[in-house]
């Protein structure tokens, strides 16, 4: 919370003037601090961190294996003045309107994270399970590490299930940005929990191909839950 007195330990951060409130940008910096955000009033909530292995479950096991698989946070890529650091400052991902954007890595998942702490501040003061929404159930029975041959048709069996019996809405999709190949791929039925992918005829050896299956219910606040398959490509 915004000017709660609280703060990871003094003098450890000086991103981390959260705790306080009453100073002006110009205040805080005489004070030692990095103003990088817009201050707000006391009170004011910041949500990071609270919900990333809840949202995106399977993805903690695709995540350790490189900071470039990123998720709510964003990716990372080595700096180019330090080969030993791995940063998401000047890394881009392809905003909605088709332009590069150095914040989309985390921005396109801000709507699902915000609205998950939502629904988790709304169980906080429900009795009854069955009168909150909950986020649904995905998973991918087929296995979310797969290797395939160009030209290779990989089966993809999504697994869904919604607590509170609500409709779902399933999209699968390409992370591009976190592929290390760099063409497209589709799958054949984006819309289907049974469907295929066919690894394009020109993507190396070696090479890895993101796919996310995004599940979203018709709940009140609607509630998203995605799990990511990496399709490394094999020798013909």
């Known amino acids: 919370m915004w000017g709660d007195g609280k703060q990871m330990a003094a003098g450890f951060d000086s991103e981390d003037y959260f705790g306080l409130s009453g100073y002006t ?3 805080l910096g005489a004070m030692g601090f990095g103003v990088w955000t817009p201050l707000q009033p006391k009170g004011v909530w910041i949500s990071e961190g609270l919900v990333q292995l809840r949202i995106a479950p399977g993805q903690r096991t695709t995540q350790l294996r490189g900071p470039f698989f990123r998720w709510l946070g964003g990716r990372q890529a080595v700096n180019p003045a330090d080969p030993f650091q791995w940063r998401n ?3 881009q991902d392809i905003g909605p309107d088709g332009q590069p954007r150095t914040d989309y890595s985390a921005a396109r998942w801000f709507e699902d ?3 998950d702490f939502a629904a988790r501040l709304q169980w906080s003061v429900t009795p009854k399970y069955k ?4 986020e649904p159930r995905v998973s991918v029975s087929t296995g979310i590490r797969l290797s395939a041959a160009p030209g290779e048709r990989v089966r993809l069996v999504g ?6 019996g609500d409709e779902l809405n399933i999209k699968w999709w390409q992370y591009r940005e976190a592929d290390t190949y760099t063409g497209e791929a589709s799958v054949e039925d984006p819309s289907g929990t049974r469907t295929w992918f066919r690894v394009p005829t020109d993507a190396p050896a070696g090479s890895a191909i993101h796919l996310i299956v995004e599940v979203q219910d018709d709940g009140s606040p609607s509630m998203t839950s995605h799990q990511r398959v990496v399709v490394t490509v094999a020798s013909d």
């Open 25 to 27: 940008a110009d205040q």
């Open 89 to 91: 400052r000047g890394v």
């Open 113 to 115: 994270f915000q609205l």
């Open 131 to 134: 009168d909150a929404n909950h």
């Open 159 to 164: 697994n869904v299930h919604d607590p509170d």
